[in-house]
């Protein structure tokens, strides 16, 4: 009987090498990773109501022709109907919008919209509970949205849009301070690890307290400076250049069991499209590469 069961164990240790030189051996180059990349647009589409914006649908045409190779884009300044035109151009390129449409009392909409290649999963938005008094600002309902994109081979993605207070004097510091606490809060609210994007036109330049806590608090990275260390990367639209600012951004930070990396980040729309410039703002492109740990 030993002599049998010994027989056995012997062959079953020889199938089961058998079987193993048989198998290939995966290197660590062999093995996939789920990573894509990513283009995201920030940019103020200078939409306001009329008659303070101008050429709204001649350059609303032009903004969503010129849109449609960005995978996530999150405008500002979306108040007027004319902006619709912007999804409407754009399309199946875009075919997932959320648009902030809702005003308060005796006040405009956010201005808020966020066009996707990919599913949106979840949206909020949040107003903001202060302004400056006696600001035009205080016309508008400004808030944060968030936008939660499901991406394939990756999951979620958070993309935070905003339009800060407006304006350079003391108290329009000290609002701004307060609505950067107000997006904090709301990140953290949401926050469930996953890549996250915060974007839009911060009114605030580089290396201010603005700028400065808002990076600290949530331990963001600024993709344009990141990729560029010495360029000036202004995006007001004038050609007096002691108001030239750096004040529209793209932050991020990469989630838990994610490589996010900033490849390429540029200023866009710097230039007329057929005579007309998209916006009194140029907009800021950044390209990331996603990837799962």
Do not use: C
């Amino acid at each position: 009987m030993i002599d049998k069961i010994n027989q056995a164990i012997a062959q079953n240790l020889n199938l089961l090498s058998s079987n193993t030189n048989n198998k290939p051996v995966l290197k660590p180059e062999d093995k996939k990773e789920s990573s894509m990349t990513l283009d995201v647009l920030t940019l103020n589409s200078w939409m306001l109501p009329s008659p303070l914006g101008k050429n709204k649908v001649e350059r609303a045409g032009r903004i969503g022709d010129s849109i449609k190779f960005f995978d996530v884009v999150g405008l500002q300044e979306t108040f007027s109907d004319d902006s619709k035109i912007i999804g409407k151009t754009t399309g199946q390129n875009h075919p997932y919008q959320y648009r902030q449409d809702k005003g308060g009392f005796l006040t405009l909409n956010s201005g808020l919209t966020t066009l996707s290649k990919y599913e949106i999963a979840e949206t909020e938005f949040k107003p903001f509970s202060y302004s400056t008094m006696f600001s035009s600002d205080q016309l508008a309902r400004k808030g944060v949205m968030l936008t939660r994109l499901k991406v394939p081979n990756i999951g979620y993605i958070d993309i935070y849009n905003t339009h800060t207070q407006s304006n350079s004097h003391t108290a329009d510091h000290i609002t701004r301070l307060a609505q950067n606490a107000e997006i904090v809060d709301f990140v953290l609210k949401h926050d469930k690890g996953y890549p996250t994007f915060i974007l839009g036109d911060f009114n605030m330049e580089e290396n201010t307290g603005e700028y400065n806590l808002l990076k600290s608090a949530l331990g963001l990275n600024d993709s344009f400076r990141e990729v560029n260390p010495g360029k000036p990367g202004y995006t007001t639209n004038y050609h007096v250049e002691e108001s030239k600012k750096r004040i529209d951004y793209i932050f991020y930070k990469p989630g838990n069991g994610y490589n996010v990396q900033a490849l390429n980040s540029e200023v866009v729309f710097d230039q007329p499209i057929n005579g007309l410039y998209a916006s009194d703002h140029f907009g800021v492109h950044s390209q990331f590469k996603i990837g799962k740990k």
